[in-house]
Nanobody
Framework: QVQLVESGGGLVQAGGSLRLSCAAS????????MAWFRQAPGKEREFVAA???????RHTESVKGRFTISRDNAKNTVYLQMNSVKPEDTAVYYC??????????????????WGEGTLVTVSS
């Protein structure tokens, strides 16, 4: 049984930092591309960042230079370091796993597994 368990969400002031973690179990973690998505209130879920099995990364334009995705295959964990956060970063953040080699595009239909999500609230 595959599980993706996010942690690290919470309340942070604008300009601050937060690190999200996603612990994976029940899958061959190192062979999966991992990603973070987010869903703000009243909006659709959107792609944030992805990392492939070779640790190549891609970040959506709105978080480039502020957020960094990384992975630790020894710990079966993927991270999202969030710096210089803004109120518009407020959302539920979801961890995702996809059995794909290319992270050029990561539409939801390519995702094999989802976590339950962790709420990030940025106060102004």
């Amino acid at each position: 049984q595959v599980q993706l368990v996010e942690s690290g969400g919470g309340l942070v002031q604008a300009g601050g930092s937060l690190r999200l973690s996603c612990a994976a179990s029940g899958l061959a973690f190192s062979t999966y591309a991992m990603a973070w998505f987010r869903q703000a209130p009243g909006k659709e879920r959107e792609f944030v960042a992805a990392i492939n099995s070779a640790s190549g990364t891609r970040h959506t334009e709105s978080v480039k230079g502020r957020f960094t995705i990384s992975r630790d295959n020894a710990k079966n964990t993927v991270y999202l370091q969030m710096n210089s956060v803004k109120p518009e970063d407020t959302a539920v953040y979801y961890c995702a796993a996809a059995r794909v080699s290319s992270i050029t595009a990561m539409p939801a239909y390519r995702i094999n597994y989802w976590g339950e999500g962790t709420l990030v609230t940025v106060s102004s």
